[in-house]
């Protein structure tokens, strides 16, 4: 199977929770199909257009955010797919360099889709598939203190939205949705 081919069956296993949700899995497939390049080959924006994999933490209500670094945000873990890459080896990659502990998927299909454009110096957009991992909210992990102050974490009801990845309020939504957090 191409990589393309590869990345477009991921996105088929994503149902939309809204219309924005539906609009950006419209533009990421159309995207995929393009034959343009779909993972970053030169930090910080080149592609102009990449792919992410973000791993939100959840336990019973509950999700583990970091105060990352370099955005200035609260955010879930997650980073850029390196080319060729299935997005969920960039979870289990990133979960042992950003979490120190191997990634525990709560579902092994994203859960969410979202096309953001970053800020900054080099503004791009991150294409970005959301996996669900389970965690443990009774103790804080390990974390990779070059990219983030501190991790905490943060009842669905009292995350910081309004300092967080703009995504991150349906996200929550689509979780406590689909009971999938315990």
């Not at 899995?25 to 992410?52: N, Q």
């Not at 979960?95 to 502990?101: D, G, I, K, M, N």
């Amino acid at each position: 199977m191409s990589y393309p081919a590869l990345i477009a069956a991921e996105l088929c296993l994503i149902q939309p929770v809204d219309l924005l949700e539906g609009d950006h899995l419209d533009r990421a497939r159309s995207w995929v199909h393009s034959g343009k390049a779909l993972c970053r080959t030169a930090p910080p924006a080149t592609p102009p257009m990449h792919l992410v994999s973000y791993f939100p933490v959840v336990d019973q209500g509950q999700i583990l955010l970091g105060d990352h670094i370099s955005s200035g945000l609260w955010l879930p873990p997650g980073g850029h797919v390196d080319p060729g890459e299935h997005p969920r080896d960039t979870v289990a990659r990133e979960c042992l360099e950003e979490l120190r502990s191997p990634a525990r998927f709560l579902h092994p299909a994203p859960l969410f889709l979202t096309i953001s454009e970053t800020i900054g110096a080099h503004p791009h957009e991150d294409v970005c598939l959301w996996y669900a991992l389970k965690g443990d909210a009774t103790i804080l992990p390990e974390y990779d203190r070059r990219e983030y102050r501190t991790m905490r974490w943060f009842g669905f009801s009292d995350a910081p939205f309004d300092d967080t990845d703009p995504n991150l309020e349906r996200f929550v939504g689509k979780v406590s949705d689909q009971r999938m957090d315990s």
